[in-house]
């Protein structure tokens, strides 16, 4: 047995964030902020590659957040650093660089360039060039969505210092929604679902988010696991496999595929009763496997939600929703293959030591998996698959609580 000790990432207090960035503004681009906004990465309890195909799916908002210093500029130029990337870049906003134009622009400023370029395109300007300094608490590429914590603390500081009313009301952030979605999609380039922005600006403390994918409906579902004595750990594998890009759009093309021949637009339109007869009229297995996943995680989302929804919340409730959490992470495993041997080794450990259930989260191939397990015995699992991965000579993986947190504001 190896002996090791499991190594936690922090949230950050509200203080301690205004602090990092304003002190980051006054020391490299010798500004003093308007404001700082924060927004938190998410992780998705179930409902995995449901969001493209117009499903379901129940993030919660992590602790762990986004901060953005805003000063505003009397000019149209961005100019951007970050905590995590120390270069001053500038971005002249009269010049749009979108992914598919002659001149895109490169690396994380496209994210917050994005943003802005997607408001100004739905009618929301001129706005008014910005200082802007980015730091976070969420891993970057880990499965936890740190881009769209970045694309959503930014819209939300937009919003205030440009006065567009939208971060007041849910019909307001759903345009900021949409904003940082299309940031992410046509400025950034990564073809994503949608599911992280909404978590990022709707979500609510002490609550999963239940979204629509196909309508952007949103319903808060109660939960508190702290009476239950219960805790969600999310693991960062910490592990990247240089196929993902190529992987997570292959998903999709064979999701489309697959609506193509059933006569759907969507995959979500093939009911659960439905599903036998889909995967008879499919040509292949692969086709068929990637269908059936995507019809039963739906509906696996749905149960999750129901089973919280409208019951008092009990250590069964809980058993039942951890036994969902494991058939997700099977059928993303056998059917969709988008986990890894970090991950299985990951949920394996957690569930063999007694989690109620345990899952990847995000989009798969690396990032990071959850386990739900008992409060007082969180070191246990975090030493356990710590372990597991020295045994299994994997890069350590770091470990972070989720208790269900608020969305994007002023901080
Ligand atoms: P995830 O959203 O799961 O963390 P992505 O690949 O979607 O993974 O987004 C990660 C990318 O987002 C980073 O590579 C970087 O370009 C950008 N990013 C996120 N947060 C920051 C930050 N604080 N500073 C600079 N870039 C960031
Ligand atoms: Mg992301």
Request: proline share 5%; glycine share 10%; hydrophobic share 40%.
């Amino acid at each position: 047995m190896v002996t090791v000790t499991a190594e936690y990432r922090d949230a950050w207090s509200a203080e301690f964030g205004i602090d990092r960035v304003g002190s980051l503004m006054r020391e490299i681009l010798g500004e003093e902020p308007d404001g700082v906004w924060s927004a938190p990465g998410r992780a998705n309890l179930i409902g995995e590659h449901t969001d493209y195909n117009g499903g379901l799916a129940l993030p919660i908002a992590l602790p762990h957040r986004a901060f953005a210093a805003l000063r505003v500029r009397p000019d149209r130029t961005l100019r951007l650093t970050s905590g995590q990337e120390r270069d001053v870049i500038e971005i002249d906003l009269d010049r749009p660089r979108p992914a598919d134009g002659p001149d895109p622009v490169h690396g994380w400023t496209a994210y917050v360039a994005g943003v802005l370029w997607a408001l100004e395109s739905r009618g929301y300007g001129p706005l008014p060039g910005l200082d802007v300094v980015v730091d976070s608490a969420v891993p970057l590429g880990s499965g936890l969505s740190s881009s769209a914590a970045l694309e959503c603390c930014v819209a939300i500081g937009v919003d205030e210092v440009a006065r567009l009313g939208l971060g007041g009301d849910e019909d307001g952030r759903i345009i900021l929604q949409g904003a940082a979605i299309e940031a992410e999609n046509r400025y950034a380039g990564a073809n994503t679902g949608g599911m992280d922005q909404a978590a990022s600006l709707r979500a609510r403390a002490g609550h999963a988010l239940l979204l629509d994918c196909r309508t952007q409906a949103v319903r808060q579902i109660p939960f508190d696991l702290a009476p239950s004595g219960l805790e969600v750990l999310v693991i960062n594998t910490r592990a990247k496999h240089s196929n993902n890009d190529g992987q997570y759009a292959q998903r999709r093309a064979d999701c489309e595929e697959a609506a193509r021949i059933l006569g759907v637009d969507l995959l979500v339109e093939v009911a659960p009763r439905d599903l036998d007869s889909a995967l008879g009229r499919l040509p292949d297995d692969r086709l068929r496997r990637r269908v059936r996943h995507v019809v039963t995680e739906i509906d696996r989302t749905r149960r999750t939600a129901a089973l919280l929804e409208g019951q008092e919340l009990t250590r069964e409730t809980f058993e039942q929703v951890g036994d969902l959490f494991s058939a997700s992470h099977d059928s993303l495993r056998d059917d969709y293959e988008v986990t890894c041997p970090e991950l299985d080794v990951a949920v394996d450990t957690a569930r063999a030591r007694g989690a109620l259930g345990a899952r990847m989260t995000g989009g798969g191939f690396g990032g990071s998996a959850i386990a739900l397990v008992d409060s007082d015995r969180v070191q246990d699992f975090a030493d356990a698959i710590e372990a597991s991965f020295a045994e299994h000579g994997f890069r350590s993986p770091e470990f972070l609580v989720a208790l269900a947190s608020g969305p994007a504001a002023r901080a």
